[in-house]
């Protein structure tokens, strides 16, 4: 069993910078991949980056230029987020794949089967 706990979440003025930490513990060995998603209210989840063993990454172009998903030994998984826009509030979401599913895709949320609680992410002046 993997545990992911996220946290740095904040409410930021537009134009501004946050950096959010996903911790994993328990199983971390058998972690293959680890993503974060968002899903703001009565929108579907999406999902911003993903960074792969090697530390090979994608990132969705809403976000791509703004947003960077990077990852230590321990397998702590960071997304910096720069020039933050309204449309990023959101509550973000981290997930961690052991299936080596998410090769396949990494932005569908079935891939991923441990989810964290999430962090809040508001963007407003």
């Known amino acids: 069993q993997v545990r992911l706990v996220e946290s740095g979440g904040a409410s930021v003025q537009p134009g501004g910078s946050l950096r959010l930490s996903c911790a994993p513990s328990?199983?971390?060995?058998?972690?293959?991949?680890i993503a974060w998603f968002r899903q703001a209210p009565g929108k579907e989840r999406e999902g911003v980056a993903t960074?792969?063993?090697?530390?090979?990454s994608f990132v969705a172009d809403s976000v791509k230029g703004r947003f960077t998903i990077s990852q230590d030994k321990a397998k702590n998984t960071y997304l910096q987020m720069n020039s933050l826009k309204p449309e990023d509030t959101a509550m973000y979401l981290c997930?961690?794949?052991?299936?080596?599913?998410?090769?396949?895709?990494?932005?569908?949320?079935?891939?991923?089967?441990?989810w964290g609680q999430g962090t809040q992410v508001t963007v407003s002046s």
């Open positions: 960074i792969y063993p090697g530390g090979g």
């Open positions: 328990g199983s971390t060995r058998s972690i293959y991949s």
């Open positions: 997930a961690a794949d052991s299936t080596r599913a998410s090769m396949m895709a990494a932005f569908s949320a079935q891939n991923y089967n441990y």
